[in-house]
């Protein structure tokens, strides 16, 4: 189940989630989503609301409907390495503004990234 935040509306959330899912090879290519009201049920939401962010994905062409036989992740493998390559862009741009935010020169956030390395 998602932790949902109040300042985004729970479609948008649902969305991301699932995306990231898809884009993190949690949900695998071609895997076969369950159903509207399964998946609604499992994130405590509308079915409504979960069928919207369902038809987003399917907009996003990240899921397809099979007539009878339910909603699938997308095969094609390049489409979903170009959404994890701009959710990783989203993310490093994020963290180079947050990092410049508290005093950081590019120059001393990758030195940083650096030291840190692997240390997690």
Known sequence: ??????????????VEQLKINIISGKIKSGERLPSVRDLAIQNKVNPNTMQKALIELEEQNLIYTERTN?????????????????????????????????????????????????NK
């Not at 997308?74 to 935010?101: F, G, P, V």
């Open 1 to 14: 189940m998602f932790k949902f935040d109040n300042n985004t509306p729970i479609y948008i959330q649902l």
């Open 70 to 118: 339910g909603k699938f992740v997308t095969e094609d493998t390049k489409l979903i390495e170009k959404y994890k390559k701009q959710y990783a862009d989203e993310l490093t741009k994020k963290y180079l503004s947050n990092m410049q935010e508290i005093g950081f020169e590019e120059s001393d956030t990758l030195n940083y990234l650096k030291q840190i390395g692997g």
